[in-house]
């Protein structure tokens, strides 16, 4: 059954740094975007990043852009996203979602719910001041 499964997140200081790891079970990692979603407490879901090896490479949200990175593990079949100098409005539930084999974001541009198909349970992130 293909789905993803994230690791990574867990109770950090602010201006610490978190490896948020997806894996894909049951499909290769290159063959679909994958995107990273996050859930602040009383908040609606919204889009952070996404990444497809196979067109459109790295995109990042502006509250993100300048202190993340994402890599891929091709032996281990997952992509991560690296966040650098997190603070407490970064703490939420972060969600990975595979959607299909290429995506494309202008600048400005959030990925959206709808385009994935498939995600995670999700890992909590918590940041204390």
């Known amino acids: 059954q293909v789905h993803v499964v994230e690791s990574g997140g867990g109770s950090v200081q602010a201006g610490e740094s978190l490896n948020l790891c997806c894996t894909a079970?049951?499909?290769?990692?290159?063959?679909?975007?994958t995107a990273w979603f996050r859930q602040a407490p009383g908040k609606e879901r919204e889009g952070i990043a996404a990444?497809?090896?196979?067109?459109?490479?790295?995109h990042y949200v502006a509250s993100v852009k300048a202190r993340s990175s994402i890599s891929q593990d091709n032996a281990k079949n997952t992509v991560c996203l690296r966040m650098n100098g997190l603070s407490p409005d970064d703490t939420g539930m972060y969600y990975c979602a595979a959607g299909s084999e290429r995506c494309y974001y202008g600048d400005g541009a959030v990925p959206q719910l709808y385009e994935y198909a498939d995600w995670g349970q999700g890992t909590q992130v918590t940041v204390s001041s």
């Open positions: 990444f497809s090896l196979r067109g459109g490479g790295s």
């Open positions: 079970v049951g499909y290769n990692i290159s063959s679909r975007c």
